[in-house]
């Protein structure tokens, strides 16, 4: 399995907006194969700030979502909502505890 943390700055204007967006995202994700969860963060120090982390079986499945036109189109026009460009970097997952 793969974590792929990735950081977002929203302009302070599309906050809410933003977060509107990466929820339509993660329910979109959440049908694709090769998903298997999702953890939404909204930083306490930079109310602009929100990052995910999601599991994927593999790197080749999380290829294919990126390629693939839901995401496309659910993250259409998402650019226009950062106020710098978005991080992200892929984790092996080696460990993973869960009480849900």
Known sequence: MIGVLTHHWAKDDCVDEARDLLNRNGIAQ????GFVSRQT????ADETK?????I???EEIYEGWRASPERGAVMSGASDLWSQPTESERFEVVHRLSRV
């Open 41 to 44: 963060l909204h930083a306490l």
């Open 56 to 58: 994927w079986e593999n």
């Open 50 to 54: 929100i990052t995910t982390l999601v």
């Open 30 to 33: 959440s049908q694709a194969p």
